[in-house]
């Protein structure tokens, strides 16, 4: 074991809150149906684990060995790729109920680094645990497969969507998103407190800095969204969704041959 895998280890045994008792249920987690499937009297303790990560603390690097998937319960975790010494794209943002690690299911080492944006909690489930009883690894396996394709989807919706919209349309359908579901509950708007920097918001989105402030201000001017720092309130949901998937133009375009 690596120096670097032994502290996450250390880490992962000082927490001890019942798997139960996570911020996030258990079952509004993506990797119910893993744990579900290694249950077994008391022994899935054997399988998964939970840890506590300070702000700005690393969960994995690019490149170090695959000890299993991560599911985070409450906090967010920021992946990246490390193109050169100076040069950092962001994969993606994680939240309470998210995986991470996934992507490295078919190989021997984690493919892009990962690190905490706020205090976060995690549990870490070995799925590729030597102990597991036979008569479990195939549900194990079948469970990791269906979170894995859930993943996936999302992945490929959201990255399709991103790439035909333009910059103003793309933060649009990140607020949006960050809200999640309950975001049309509320007729008052919705807080979202961002743990994430401006700076890798623009990353991620594919847009400059400068460009996303500007742009956030265009917001708050209409009236969509009230943004103080890293905390924003949006404002008029609708026109948020308006803007992030315009009506369709019914005109038919014809050319001549």
Request: hydrophobic share 35%; glycine share 6%; charged share 25%.
């Amino acid at each position: 074991m690596t120096e670097r895998n032994a502290t996450n280890e250390h880490w992962l045994r000082q927490v001890t809150t019942p798997l139960g008792q996570a911020r996030v249920p258990c079952s509004q987690c993506s990797m119910q149906g893993v744990c579900e499937a290694l249950s077994g009297d008391d022994d899935d303790k054997t399988f998964v684990r939970r840890g506590r990560l300070g702000s700005g603390q690393t969960l994995f690097r690019a490149g170090d060995t695959f000890h299993g998937i991560y599911a985070v319960t409450s906090g967010a975790i920021k992946t990246y790729a490390i193109l050169d010494r100076d040069d950092v794209q962001v994969v993606d943002f994680h939240f309470p109920g998210d995986t991470v690690g996934l992507d490295a299911l078919d190989r021997s080492a984690y493919t892009y680094t990962a690190s905490a944006l706020t205090e976060t909690l995690v549990c870490r489930v070995d799925v590729d645990n030597p102990h597991i009883p036979i008569e479990r690894r195939q549900d194990v396996q079948d469970a990791t497969i269906r979170a894995l394709g859930e993943q996936l989807r999302h992945e490929q919706n959201l990255s399709i969507l991103l790439r035909k919209q333009n910059a103003e349309q793309r933060i649009a359908t990140f607020l949006l998103s960050l809200a999640g579901p309950s975001v049309w509950a509320p007729a008052r708007g919705v807080d979202l407190q961002l743990p994430m920097s401006r700076k890798d918001i623009a990353n991620y989105l594919g847009i400059a800095v400068e460009t996303l402030c500007r742009l956030f201000k265009r917001l708050q001017d209409d009236g969509l969204v009230d943004s103080q720092g890293r905390h924003v309130r949006l404002l008029n949901v609708a026109a948020l969704s308006e803007l992030a998937h315009p009506a369709e133009s019914t005109e038919v375009e014809t050319c001549s041959v």
